[in-house]
C-alpha cells in the first residue's frame, strides 16, 4: 500500500444563534472545517481534520508514494512543512487512520491500547451570566457528567472567581472543576495584555480553597520561566500548551516550566506521533499529557485515540456546552455525533482507525466550491 494523492474539502457550518465563546470577542455565526483524505493505492482513504492545509501540494508531492506504515516518515516530512507555512498535522493524522484500517485495529489499540476509554470532562466554551453556568453545570452533574472546565471571560478575574466559587457550592464534591483563564495566547486582532506573574499568583491562591483539579494556561505559552515560579507558589496543578506549534515548545512547558498537565492538539503540533512523543517524556517527567480538542468532531476522536492509547491522565477535554455548542454543532464532519455515555466515560466510534468515515455525499451541501 502507498500514498497515491491528497486531498481536501472545505466546509462551511452555519451557526444561529451564534456561539459567544468566552475567548472570542466576535460572535461565531459559521465554522469553518478542511477535511483531509489520503488515498492509498488500494482504495483505502484516511481522514483528517483541523486547520487549513495550504500546502497541500507540497505535502502531495513528498509523501506520494511513502507506505502509510512508515509514519515517522510522514512525520518528519509534515514537521518540514510546518517549519515553513502552515499547521500540516492533520494530513498525519489521515495516514494514521490508513494505518488502523490497514490493520484492521481502532487506533487506540494500533497506539498502544492502555485503555479504552476516559472520563469526560465537559469543556465549556460559551460566554454567560453566573446563575447559567451554574445551571447547566448542575444540570450535567445530574446526567452523570464527573467534571467540567469553566472558562474565565469577565475583565475583572475576581467576578470569575465567584462563578467557581457558586458552581463548586452548588455541585459540592460530587464533580472536578477545571479552571481556563486563556491567557496562553490570543485570536486575531485581539490586542488584550496578558496577565503577569503577579496577576496569576492572585488568581491561584483565590481558587485554592475551592478545590480546583487544575488551572489552565494562567500565563502567556512563552513565558516559561513565569510558568516554573508559578508552580512553585501554589499547590493548584497548572496545564498549559494547548495551542504550542511544536513538540519542542511542549516539552520546554514540562521540563523547564514544571507544568503538571501538557495540552498539544494532534491536529496542532506535532501530529499523533509527535505527541505520543511528548506524552512519554510527560510520564518520565510524572506529569500527564492531556490534549486539547477543541477543533471539531474528527479532532476530537483523533485525540482521543492517542490519550487512551498512552495518557496516565484519567480525564480528556470534550467541547460541551448546550445548547450554544452542542454535539451535533461539534461534530458536524462525523457521520454520528459522539456522546458522553451515561457513566461519564467516552470512547471513540467503534471501526478501525479512527472509527469515522464522513458521509460525503450528505456534507456536499456545506462544500465551499
Known sequence: MRITGIETRRYRFPLDPPFKAAWDPVPRDHVD????????????????SGAPLPDREVLERFLKGVDPMQTEVVREV?????????????????????????????????????????????????????????????????????????????????????????VRQAVGSTMQIMVDVNQGWRMAGDRRTPWDLSTATAVAKALEPLDIYWLEEPLRTDDVEGYALLRQRTGIRIAAGE?????????????????????????????IGGCRRIAAMADLFGRWFSPHTWS??????????????????EYIEVPYDPPA???????????????IAADGTIRPPDGPGLGVTPDLNALEKFRVK
Open 296 to 313: 471539531n468532531g474528527i479532532g476530537l476522536v483523533a485525540n482521543l485515540h492517542l490519550a487512551m492509547a498512552v495518557s496516565t491522565c
Open 33 to 48: 472545517d478542511t477535511l483531509v483524505i489520503v488515498h492509498a493505492g488500494d482504495g483505502v482513504c484516511g481522514f483528517g
Open 78 to 166: 509534515c514537521e518540514t512543512v510546518d517549519f515553513h507555512g502552515s499547521r500540516p498535522w492533520p494530513v498525519e493524522v489521515a495516514v494514521w487512520d490508513l494505518v488502523g484500517r490497514a490493520l484492521q485495529q481502532p487506533l487506540w489499540r494500533v497506539l498502544g491500547g492502555r485503555s479504552d476509554h476516559l472520563t469526560a470532562y465537559a469543556s465549556s466554551g460559551e460566554r454567560v451570566e453566573p446563575q447559567e453556568r451554574v445551571r447547566r453545570t448542575v444540570a450535567w452533574r445530574d446526567r452523570g457528567i464527573l467534571a467540567v472546565k469553566i472558562r474565565f471571560s469577565h475583565t475583572d478575574w475576581r467576578r470569575d472567581v465567584e462563578v467557581v466559587k457558586a
Open 325 to 339: 455548542w452542542s454535539p451535533a454543532r461539534r461534530d458536524t464532519l462525523l457521520p454520528l455525533a459522539l456522546e
Open 243 to 271: 495551542m504550542v506549534r511544536s513538540p519542542h515548545e511542549a516539552r520546554d512547558l514540562v521540563v523547564r516550566g514544571g507544568v503538571d498537565v501538557i495540552q498539544p492538539d494532534v491536529v496542532l503540533a506535532g501530529g
